[in-house]
């Protein structure tokens, strides 16, 4: 089975900034998508950013221009740079491995952002 370890998040002011990190252990397979999901009180998970393995990008509207996705496939790991942070960014934050037709997540991490 596949693992994913999240760590990052927090309390950050308007205009600051975070970094996540989500570490895939278990049977990994060498194609595969890792994203960013996140879910505001009362409403739905939405794609953050997400990236594959070679590299394509895609990210949520709200947050182009802000959020920087990366990973590094030798260490099965994706980061999430979040900067300039608004209050609209807060909820519980998600890391996703999408392979061969399975899903797996993280357990969350919540980030808050005050105004």
């Known amino acids: 089975q596949v693992r994913l370890v999240e760590s990052g998040g927090g309390l950050v002011q308007t205009g600051g900034s975070l970094r996540f990190s989500c570490a895939a252990s278990?049977?990994?397979?060498?194609?595969?998508?890792m994203a960013w999901y996140r879910q505001a009180p009362g409403k739905q998970r939405e794609l953050v950013a997400s990236m594959t393995t070679s590299g394509t990008t895609n990210y949520g509207d709200s947050v182009k221009g802000r959020f920087t996705i990366s990973r590094n496939n030798a260490k099965n790991t994706v980061y999430l740079q979040m900067n300039s942070l608004k209050p609209e960014d807060t909820g519980v934050y998600y890391c996703?491995?999408?392979?061969?037709?399975?899903?797996?997540w993280g357990q969350g991490t919540q980030v808050t952002v005050s105004s």
């Open positions: 278990g049977i990994i397979f060498s194609i595969n998508t």
């Open positions: 996703k491995l999408e392979a061969v037709g399975f899903d797996y």
